[in-house]
């Protein structure tokens, strides 16, 4: 920890650069984002295993690139973040300096976005055996069923939007959502409404996703929208090939494959 | 009772599908009268929340359809969408959206028969279904709600 300290002072004092994002002490016993300007204040940053805010979704804020350069604490779903970012072009090399955190808690240098890859190729995505069965047990319902499930479940959402605040990859400035002409999802809280509303967050992350969990940690009211994401990597891994960020190819949903197959088209 | 009469939208694009249901009508075949054929410039375009608004609105079956592989006006936007509705069709199923009542097909300008069968299976397999019931309970529960 005081190596990240000790970075993060040296990065403020010699102006390379002007703010530095971290994890610091919250409210009771929860840990909080941080955003440090002066050196002085370094000594606020701390890491361990309640750090879990995916603190990439702060790069494209525009509250913080007002701020000036960043300096990020990264452990490894925050990498992944921000390579997701730099292959969807809203990051460069140059915009910010990656302190990545490793499993142990060792401070790791990153010089490029490659660096970033080269390092997450040994901590692929993986969905946990336990979602793996939820998700097979949710598919094996009949539809009607199924379907009475999900309204259930997602019945006590309240559109508040937290989900899409938490995830570094929904930053659109302006979402579907909220677009009133025409208004594609009610703004109440309704039961379709809900639905529209799951049904397009989750198809807009479909494919580039990497599965941080911060919408699910996110959801005030503990509403399991991560298992429609989880799902859709799996099925991003059956039909087009392994998933995860990567320097230089495409989104699966901006790229195709001529011979892409698929048995449901007459 | 009367029988069921399925409603079915059918969201096509301009260069291939829309000319082949257009051939449909000059060759002067019969077809099942249940489907709204919605134009779209391309496949491509055809945006999933569409999808969601038909069923919303009260459609009992959806069908879309392009043009094959290799043949878009703009060489790749049936590429795209395949791959998109490939991802959807996997969130509706996971959802219990029932993806039975979602035709997809190519037919081409040339293809006025095959359109005429795609419509006409899809009524017959969507007359089987019954009404999509489940779908519009919850697109009008606050309706229902009100009525008791
Ligand atoms: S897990 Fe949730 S927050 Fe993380 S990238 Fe996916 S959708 Fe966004
Ligand atoms: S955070 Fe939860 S309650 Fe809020 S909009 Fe997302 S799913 Fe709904």
């Known amino acids: 920890m005081n190596e990240l300290i000790q970075k993060a002072k040296s990065l403020l004092e010699s102006d390379t650069v002007q703010v530095v994002i971290g994890y610091g002490k919250g409210s009771a016993d929860k840990t909080r984002a941080i955003f440090l300007t002066k050196p002085e204040d370094c000594d606020q940053l701390l890491f361990d295993s309640r750090c879990v805010q995916n603190l990439a979704v702060y790069l494209t804020k525009h509250e913080i690139k007002h701020l000036g350069k960043p300096a990020i604490v990264a452990p490894i779903p925050v990498l992944r973040s921000i390579l997701q970012l730099a292959v969807e072009n809203q990051l460069k090399e140059s915009d910010l300096v990656i302190l990545g955190v490793s499993p142990e808690s060792k401070l790791i240098e990153f010089d490029s976005f490659g660096a970033i890859e080269l390092f997450l190729n040994a901590y692929k995505i993986q969905i946990d055996e336990k979602y793996k069965a939820t998700i097979d047990k949710i598919k094996a319902m009949p539809v009607s069923e199924r379907f009475a499930f999900w309204i259930k479940e997602l019945e006590p959402c309240f559109k508040c939007y937290a989900c899409r605040a938490a995830c570094p990859l929904c930053y659109c400035p302006k979402c579907t959502v909220e677009n009133n002409q025409p208004q594609w999802i009610p703004a109440a809280s309704h039961l379709l409404g809900n639905l529209e509303w799951h049904v397009m967050r989750a198809m807009h992350l479909a494919g580039r996703c990497t599965d941080c969990e911060a919408c699910y940690n996110a959801c005030p009211m503990g509403i399991p929208i991560h298992l429609l994401t989880k799902s859709m990597l799996q099925d991003v891994e059956e039909h087009f090939g392994p998933y995860g960020p990567s320097v230089g190819k495409r989104n699966t949903l901006s790229s195709f494959n001529p011979d892409d197959k698929e048995s449901f088209i007459r | ?148």
Not at chain 2, 32 to 50: E, H, W, Y
Not at chain 2, 104 to 115: N, P, R, T
Request: some cysteine; hydrophobic content about 40%; aromatic content about 12%.
């Open chain 2, 1 to 148: 009772m009367t029988e069921f009469e399925p409603k079915i939208v059918a969201f096509v694009c301009n260069w291939c599908t829309y000319a082949g249901a257009d051939l449909t009508g000059t060759s002067r075949i019969k077809y099942a009268q249940n489907v709204k054929i919605i134009r779209f410039p391309c496949t491509g375009r055809i945006d999933f929340m569409l999808l969601l608004k038909a069923f919303g609105e009260g459609a009992d079956g959806i069908i879309v359809s392009g043009c094959h592989p290799n043949d878009c006006h703009y060489t790749s936007g049936n590429f795209h969408a395949r791959r998109r509705w490939i991802m959807f069709r996997g969130l509706l199923d996971l959802l219990g959206i029932d993806v039975r009542r979602i035709q997809y097909s190519w037919v081409s300008a040339a293809e006025g028969a095959k359109w005429a069968d795609v419509v006409n299976t899809t009524v017959t397999a969507i007359r089987e279904l019954g009404p999509y019931t489940d779908y519009a309970k919850v697109a009008n529960y606050l309706e229902k709600e009100a009525n008791v």
